[in-house]
């Protein structure tokens, strides 16, 4: 595989934080934004959706997607956010807007059993997640807050697996109908991603061709 090279990106983070009484204010720890605060990995892909009907996945090519995901490693805590485009012509706005942002937080907690336990705060909801100890996969799983009685799903299952040194990532996203302690699959999305991490170039990437 070729090497792939970031290039630029620019993105305003939303700030989660909680207060112990109501009267107290947060303040940020830092005065300014740093340009290079962190470990920074730059995720570009496609993914392909799938709807499960009578027993089996069938592709449901109008609500595929482009991505874009901006990580920023803080050692054990994650701050990601994710754009999503769904471009084919045909897509009914039913799994949300066309254009879509996500807000993610994983905070890495204890290691038990082998495995690093997570804590998840984002904007799709809260939750837990598990991961080996070099990140190679993990499971994360979110609940939809107050989800609807006729909703079709009411979790997220997201499960990952990081192929650094061939700089690429395959991640699952699976939803899901909880109920009485059994799993009914209503959709996912077959995710593949390309690596892009800070880099010099010896020249010009590209030039204007008349």
């Known amino acids: 595989m070729k090497k792939v090279i970031f290039s630029a990106a620019s993105v305003i983070f939303m700030v989660l934080a909680s207060c112990s009484t109501s009267k107290q204010i947060t303040v940020p720890r830092n005065r300014s934004v740093e340009l290079d605060d962190a470990y920074t990995i730059i995720w570009n892909g496609i993914s392909k959706a799938y709807r499960y009907e009578n027993g089996q996945w069938l592709r449901v090519e109008s609500c595929d997607y482009q991505f874009d995901v901006v990580q920023k490693r803080y ?12 471009i084919h012509p045909d897509y009914d706005g039913k799994a949300g807007d066309r254009d879509q942002t996500m807000y993610f937080e994983i905070a890495y907690k204890n290691l038990i059993n082998g495995m690093v336990q997570a804590i998840i705060n984002s904007s799709l909801g809260n939750g837990i997640g598990t991961s080996d100890t070099e990140f190679r996969k993990s499971v994360l799983t979110i609940y939809v807050p107050n989800p609807g009685k006729f909703m079709p799903y009411n979790k997220f299952r997201i499960t990952q697996h990081y192929s650094y040194e061939e ?15 059994k799993e009914t699959p209503f959709m996912k999305n077959e995710e593949t991603a390309l690596i892009f991490i800070k880099s010099k170039l010896d020249k010009v990437p590209t030039t204007f061709k008349q």
């Open 167 to 181: 700089g690429v990532l395959m991640e699952t996203v699976e939803l899901i109908k909880e109920k009485n302690g």
């Open 75 to 86: 050692d054990n805590i994650w701050k990601s956010v994710k754009s999503l485009h769904r």
